[in-house]
Structure formats: C-alpha cells, structure tokens
C-alpha cells in the first residue's frame, strides 16, 4: 500500500511511524512531513519513507502529488485542509481518503452545525445559544451566569474557547467573533474518545485524556495541547459502550442522513458531569496529542484499518487492538509558548532520549545547517510506554529531562493523578 500522509506536526509523526509499522505499507509520501518524519527509518526491507514539500491549500497540487506516486490511501491530517475540502478533490480523483469530506467536516469547522446534529440526533451535550451580536451574546451570558463558556463558532486553531468566571473577558471574546456560541458550564473530568469510521460502522480507539492549560494544575493560558495519556485507569466501566451508542453512532448515521456521510476518525470531547456524559466538542481528525499516545499502543495494522475505513469495508474488520499497559505524551514547547514562540533554539538530546526508550515525535523543528532548531510552539513530543501508567510516565520524563532547549517549558503532572489512581487499583 502507498500511502499519503498530508501534514507537519507531532500527529503526523506519529500517523507516519504507526503507518510504517504496518507490513502492508510499502510506500509513506508525507506532504509536507516534518525534519522527524525526514528521517524515520523504514520498518521493514523495502519500505520507503519520504517528505515532499507541498502547499495543502493547493488542492490541484495535492493531488497531483497523490497520482504521481501512485497513492491508494491519503490519511489528512489536520482540520484546516479538511474544513477547506481537501478530502473531495482527492476522492474525484478515485483515491480512497481517510477523512470527511469538506460538508461532514462541517462537524469541527462549524460549532453552531455540531450543535444542530446533536439535537437532531438526540446527543447529550450543553446546552447553548448562538449569537452573532453583542446584545445576544451578553443577554445569554447572564442567562447562563458564571463560569462562562463562549466559543468562536469556526475553526480558530484551539484558541476559540474562552472559559473565565470574569463577565467582562467572556463579553470582549463575544465581541471579536463573527458568531459565538454561549454554552451552559459543564464540570467534571474530561475525555477524549476517537472513533475510526466509514460512514457507516463505528471502531472505537480507546479513551485518552489530554492537558490543554499551560501550567501544572491546569494553570495557565490555553494550549493546543501539553500532554495525555492513555488508557483511563479511573473512566468508569462501559465509558467506551455508553459513548458509542449514544453519542459516536448516532452522530455518524445522522450525517449519513443528510446526505454527508463522515469518513475518517471522529474525536468526541466529552465532559463526565454528575448528570452524566456530555460532548463538549466534536473533531473531525486524530487528536493532538494523544494521537501520540494512542497510536504506540495500537496492535492493529494502522494503514489496513483506514484503508478499510476509507473505502467502506469496516464492519468486515473487527475491533481494534490494543497492547497491554499504558503510554505517556509530555509536549516540549518553546519558551514564550503559546503567546510569542521563540525560533531558532537548538534542541540537542534527541538521541539519548530515544535510546532511553522513548518515541519523540517533532512537532515545531526546522533543520538549520547540522542543527535541529524549534520552529513553533510546540516543538516535541515525548511519548513512553509501560507496564503501567507510573512506569510510562516515569520513562517519558526521564526522557524529556534528556532533551535540552534554551527555555523550553513542559509540564511535570501529565497524568500524574491517574498514576496515582493507577497505583491505587
Ligand atoms: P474546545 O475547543 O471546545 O475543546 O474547548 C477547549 C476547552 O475548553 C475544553 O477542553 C474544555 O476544557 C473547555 N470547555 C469547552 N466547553 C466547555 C464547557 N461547556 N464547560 C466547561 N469547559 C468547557
């Protein structure tokens, strides 16, 4: 199989390595790939490995890239070439994709749409006004109270949401968006749960939590994301059923409904409220970074499971597989992350930290002359695994602690409650 992997970042990394393991997969184009990707080494005797630069908002290039090497499968990566349609020129090109098309994408680029499928299927989840005035925005915030949630309806690369008991910061995030949702509070722990889907069945992954605030303690400004871990010691028994059949399925047959079927990997957010399972958001692509954490874990060939995906074969698959124990991501950012990322920092360290044992997958590099430099905000992520979650976190700092970078920040509790949790069982 030859595969196309569309994407730059520590998701795609991890794609790329998980795909390579796959005895299938012959052929990997990673478009445009990353410094980490460049050199991953093939996982068996003929495989090959490459990175091609090309612009992803150029769906003509894209594609032409696709026919040019012969592609059976392109897996895109992130949610703005999917929003922007990628998906659709690709497939009229009769290559099978592993993501929605730019309609069923519509389940991460518009949060207003997500809200009505959910009604219309009848999918637990907060309740909340869509508002394209001030006026509005401010008459549902007191609705509501405090701690207020008001979100950009589209796509804003995980700085959309703004949560804050203070009335004044929650009216001037209404102000700057176009449309804004006012969404009801919900409390309780957090779960992210991706589903791998052709439109039709539903293969759950198992559960992963990431840490979107900056600091320990979930302090701290909001981030694209500062780790995870999986498997949930804590989730409760049946999470992953409950889940499926009240929130994943019905989502995915009712956008087969509307004439939009969701091929891809669907990423329910749920909060776990004392009033139950509620979505907080859904994505229309693999998690970052837990993908960096699932994926290590994943027994089942990952390029077999989404070819099956993509073209419509997934009921004859079976379920997933997943190797015993737990793994541990802990994302090395740049100093000033996320506010004003410094470049050009040297990370050194790399090669001690994988021969401790861990993958490190790069997110944010550049090569400059010998050097491998930070090159955005997130730069690495460090991804351990282990007997137990204690264990995979244990070795995914010892790593971390290998890797050197003038001001990088990091977080020292990436799952350090569920460790504690862990130990406890
Ligand atoms: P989102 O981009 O929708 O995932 O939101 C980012 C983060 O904001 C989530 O991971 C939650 O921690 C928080 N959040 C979003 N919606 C709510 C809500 N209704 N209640 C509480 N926290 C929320």
Known sequence: MKVLVIGSGGREHA????????????????????PGIAVLPPAHDGQTIVCRSVDIADHDGVVALAKEFGADLAVVGPEAPLVAGLADPLREAGIAVFGPSKDAAQIEGSKAFAKDVMATASVPT??????TTPEQAAEAIDAFGPPYV???????????????????????????????????YLDGPE???FAITDGTTVLPMQPAQDFKRLKDGDEGPNTGGMG?????????????????????????????????PFTGLLYAGLALTSRGVRVIEFNCRFGDPETQALLPMLQTPLGSVLYAAATGKLEEFGPLHWQPGSAVTVVVASKKYPSNPRKGDLITGLDEAQAAGALVFHAGTAVDGEDLVTAGGRVLAVTATGDDLPTARERAYAAVDLIRI???????????????SDLAV
């Open 126 to 131: 907060g309740r909340a006004y869509v508002c």
């Open 150 to 184: 008001v979100k950009d309806d589209g796509l804003a690369a995980g700085k959309g949401v703004v949560v804050t008991s203070d009335r004044d910061e929650a009216l001037q995030h209404a102000a700057g968006c176009e449309q804004v949702l006012i969404e009801e």
């Open 191 to 193: 779960v992210s749960l």
């Open 406 to 420: 003038k001001g990088s920040q990091h977080r020292t509790d990436i799952a350090l409650n569920a460790a504690r």
């Open 15 to 34: 794609l790329v390595w998980a795909l390579a393991q796959d005895p299938e997969v012959e052929e990997i184009v990673a478009a445009p790939g990353n």
């Open 228 to 260: 995870a871990y999986t498997p949930l010691p804590w989730a409760p028994e049946g999470l992953v059923d409950e889940v499926c059949e009240r929130v994943l399925q019905p989502v995915v047959d009712e956008l087969r409904r509307r004439g939009t």
